[in-house]
């Protein structure tokens, strides 16, 4: 009999970890849940933890951590902070840990995870996108792996088979558009939250859909995927396909071209991360006879200019960080109705042009650059809305 593996989840209240406690609840096997978090939705983590009965919780917000510690009902460890989600990545009986949580923050918890040998099955890009040289390190040095979810990287995970080889002429990962897709470049700029929430094929967090309607995700797919299957940057592509049925390819040099197809689901390739191979729902099969044409186009740089800086950032060396750390301040203002949908890029493009160069390496200097383009990316901000 197949060993039952301990698993926790960073972000289990979030949309990618509530699909894989719905597929962990139909599954039945396999996989133990030790630990879950939230970032404040205790609400929900409560009904969770009714459920899967875990040993840890780990809860950001220090407010929510407190409330949920006066309710006294949690017979396990409650950790708080962003210190409680690096020591529930990294807890005793936990070999699997999926990291759901969005943004930049990621980054200790995920480096954490690695450094007690965890499997990790990885949604959050921006860590990786972040500092994916030193991370590739560290998973070398600690003997373990990351598994991706992100359909995209799912997709080149399952074509590839783990490795690039040099027979491969190019890797292309697909992206829907976005809502924008056939917008004008005036319009696009002034778009609002609730135009840019509305994606038309994947439902996701807040976070991820602003990065999907402005392209900044698909150009941190680019560098995610070079990191984790050392493609080399000139042989990946991106191509537009609003129908988001392919979600990676792979053509070798012979002309031979290999496709990744499947509903716009995550619980597919959450339970291919997963090793659920045999899991079976009926609701995600596809039925090629109701498909319209697929159709397929490149990315209009002019309308959707974060793609081309956070591509062009790769000419910094800690270009990717800054720009990943801008975004994260930038997004966040947006969805606050701080500044408009365009300015966007604009604090992407500033903050990588104000913050100089260092000759410093490693992972110091990673967080030291972290917290400072933090600071550089509100003085911007607060700069544009004067
Ligand atoms: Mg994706």
């Known amino acids: 009999m197949r060993k039952t593996k301990g698993l926790a989840i960073l972000g289990s209240t979030g949309s990618v970890g509530r699909s894989t406690l719905d597929i962990l609840s139909k599954a039945k096997e396999g996989f133990n849940v030790t630990g879950l978090s939230t970032n404040k939705n205790i609400t929900l983590l409560k009904e969770q933890v009714k459920q899967f009965s875990p040993k840890f919780v780990a809860i950001r917000d220090s407010l929510s951590a407190d409330e949920f510690r006066s309710l006294n009902s949690f017979p396990g460890k409650v950790f708080s902070g962003l210190e409680g989600m690096e020591e529930l990545a990294s807890a005793r009986g936990t070999d699997v840990v999926v990291m759901a949580i969005s943004g930049a923050e990621a980054l200790k918890p995920f480096l954490s ?102 392209l900044a995700n698909k150009a941190f797919e680019v560098i995610e995927a070079h990191w984790l299957f ?121 903050a990588l042009s104000s913050i100089e160069e260092e000759p410093r390496e490693g992972w110091e200097h990673i967080f030291y650059l972290q917290d400072k383009t933090k600071q550089v990316s509100q003085e911007i901000i607060e700069g544009l809305i004067k």
Not at 138 to 147: A, D, H, M, S, W
Not at 250 to 256: A, F, L, T
Request: glycine share 6%; proline share 5%; net charge neutral.
């Open 113 to 214: 995870a690695i450094r007690s040998s965890k499997t990790v099955i990885l949604a959050n890009k921006e860590a990786l996108v972040m500092a994916g040289s030193l991370i590739m390190e560290e998973v070398r040095r600690y003997k373990t792996r990351i598994l991706p979810v992100d359909s995209e990287q799912s997709a080149l995970f399952q074509l590839l088979d783990d490795a690039y080889t040099e027979d491969v002429h190019k890797v292309y990962i697909t992206c829907s558009g976005g809502p924008f897709l056939n917008w004008s470049k005036d319009k696009i700029y002034s778009a609002s939250p609730g135009d840019t929430l509305k994606h038309p094929t994947w439902q996701m967090g807040k976070k991820i859909t602003v990065d999907s309607a402005t």
């Open 230 to 350: 050392n493609v080399p940057l000139d042989k990946i592509k991106v191509v537009i396909h609003p129908q988001s049925l392919i979600h990676g390819m792979v053509e070798y040099s012979d002309g031979r071209l290999f496709a990744s197809m499947h509903k716009p689901d995550m619980r597919i390739p959450i339970s291919y991360a997963l090793g659920l191979k045999s899991f079976s729902r009926e609701d995600l099969t596809t039925d090629f006879t109701s498909l319209g044409p697929l159709t397929f186009q490149d990315i209009d740089e002019d309308r959707f200019p974060l793609f081309r800086i956070i591509i062009g950032s790769l000419k910094l060396k800690n270009g990717p960080l800054i720009a990943t750390v801008a975004n994260d301040i930038a997004v966040d203002a947006f969805l606050k109705g701080v500044i408009k949908f365009g300015q966007i890029p604009e604090v992407v493009f500033a």
